[in-house]
């Protein structure tokens, strides 16, 4: 498999800066720059170094802000409330549904004005076809796909669906993200899959959710380990720790042009699901304008194509085209046609919010601590 060169590619500080001015930053009451304002920003970890690169540094350089990242993983949220009043601890915050919807009705996100993000308008509708960005309370997108993975050293053949996860061959031996909107929905593509029914599994998920939990509780005998983060999910795979299991896109498509020879992947058309990612604005941020700037700035088109450049997915239709005709296996991934953007699906977050505890209790207690 020969691998996309990225390198020759990739976008230069100048090339960002060009044409950026006063029109692409031109709203916050007609002021194109801010000198001396900070803008903290949460990102999660991994995440931040293509921000630094492709964002903060033409960002300060067109406005004149001081841009300060802080990156992680669920702590986000805590740091928020523990804040002084008037004082969040950021100004912009990326977070999933999982988090994000629930501190959006508990009040402790502002609604964005979306005059000031006129970058949205070139995103797919799809993906702001929810009730977060509806109500203007973030710019919601998708992110990585939930992708199957092997080990070409220990698999004899090429899987194509979530059902040869229920091969004999692999019994024991796979391993599954510890999260479980993401590997409970892998549960309920096995089941459907096994049952000849694939891209039935949001819809398992909702209508038959406790033959889902029992099935995972069963089937999570088939694994090895679950891993924490993608990170290990990568060192466990290339070290031949495990032969099978599921995988965030991203990280996938980081490793696996220089490991060809030893990951193959694939993110199945049945049932695929992306993660829900949104913008949101603290309530009491003193910065939110500047944050709606930041906003539209990580829309632009040159940005959204550098960032998927380096294996995310963008909702920005024209960037989605432009890197998709550029890297086959990113189009192997991502929506970037009218019909792929048309029928790309979130994670079935709204089922799993109406039993979210239910689910909790049952996933740490009989689901995890079987392994």
């Not at 070290?239 to 490991?259: C, M, P, R, Y």
Request: hydrophobic share 40%; proline share 5%.
């Amino acid at each position: 498999m020969k691998c996309h060169d990225n390198s020759r590619l990739a976008l230069t500080r100048r090339q960002f800066l060009y044409g950026a001015g006063a029109t692409a930053l031109g709203l916050a009451a007609g002021c194109s720059r801010s000198p001396g304002q900070k803008l903290t920003i949460f990102v999660y970890s991994g995440l931040d170094t293509i921000f630094q690169e492709h964002f903060v540094e033409p960002f300060e350089a067109s406005t004149g802000a001081k841009v300060v990242l802080d990156a992680g993983w669920w702590d986000a949220i805590g740091k928020l409330k523990d804040s002084p009043k008037g004082q969040p601890a950021y100004d912009l915050v990326l977070t999933d549904a999982t988090q994000g919807y629930p501190a959006i009705k508990s009040g402790m996100f502002r609604q964005i004005n979306f005059d000031n993000v006129p970058n949205h308008r070139a995103l797919a509708p799809v993906v702001l076809d929810n009730w977060v960005a509806r109500e203007h309370y973030g710019i919601t997108f998708h992110e990585s796909a939930m992708s199957l993975v092997w080990d070409r050293r220990q698999l004899g053949f090429e899987p194509t669906g979530w059902g040869d996860l229920m091969r004999d061959d692999l019994n024991g031996k796979l391993s599954l993200y510890d999260s479980f909107y993401m590997s409970l929905y892998t549960f309920a593509c096995m089941k459907v899959a096994a049952a000849g029914k694939p891209g039935k599994a949001a819809q398992a998920i909702s209508d038959d959710l406790g033959d889902v939990l029992e099935f995972a509780k069963r089937e999570s005998n088939r694994l090895r380990f679950w891993w924490p983060t993608g990170t290990k999910m990568t060192q466990d795979l290339l070290q031949g720790n495990f032969a099978a299991g599921n995988a965030h896109s991203v990280e996938v498509l980081k490793t696996i042009a220089e490991k060809p020879d030893v990951m193959g992947f694939v993110t199945p058309d049945a049932d695929r699901a992306y993660v829900q990612l949104m913008w949101v604005i603290p309530a009491d941020s003193p910065n939110a304008t500047l944050a709606e700037v930041a906003i539209d700035f990580l829309l632009r088109k040159d940005v959204q194509a550098a960032i998927a450049r380096r294996g995310a997915g963008t909702s920005h239709v024209e960037a989605a085209r432009e890197v998709a005709a550029e890297n086959p296996m990113w189009a192997k991934t991502y929506p970037s046609t009218d019909e792929q953007f048309r029928t790309m699906k979130y994670f079935p977050y709204e089922a799993y919010f109406k039993d979210w505890d239910r689910i909790t209790k049952v996933w740490e207690k009989e689901v995890l601590r079987k392994t």
